[in-house]
């Protein structure tokens, strides 16, 4: 099933970008050549789509979750049941609201954009 660390989602669409070893480079007046600083290694920001239906109360309790996971490092598993680990949620977006009254009975569908980054 999709998921966001312990939050559950009836959708989770993207995939993270691994981690790559960082660099910059520096230069010294007067000096030829050019310096390197080894940064370490991380992952670019990723963006993963959370999709969930129910009514606005359960909705509403949903985003909360996904919004107490901001700073902590998760696993999220999308639609395909791959697993990205090590991921640091950075933002969690505002959501898009629709109303969805033929879906299970459920009144509205909520879609919420997750940025992360793998650490």
């Known amino acids: 099933m999709p998921s966001i660390g312990a939050v559950s989602c009836f959708r989770v669409s993207g995939v993270a970008l691994l981690q790559n070893q960082r660099v910059q480079t520096f230069g010294i007046v007067g ?51 791959a697993s990205n680990i090590n991921q640091l949620i950075e933002n969690v977006a ?9 879906l299970q009975g459920s009144t509205a569908i909520w879609t919420v954009q997750v940025k992360t980054r793998t650490v």
């Not at 789509?49 to 999220?76: E, R, Y």
Request: avoid cysteine; aromatic fraction near 8%.
């Open 94 to 102: 505002a959501p898009q609201k629709q109303n969805a009254n033929d």
């Open 31 to 81: 000096v030829d050549g050019v310096g390197v600083h080894l940064l370490g290694n991380y992952g670019d920001p990723s963006t993963f789509v959370a999709k969930q239906f129910g009514s606005s109360a359960g909705l509403a309790t949903w985003f909360n979750s996904l919004v107490a996971l901001k700073g902590t490092i998760v696993t999220i598993v999308n639609d395909e049941g």
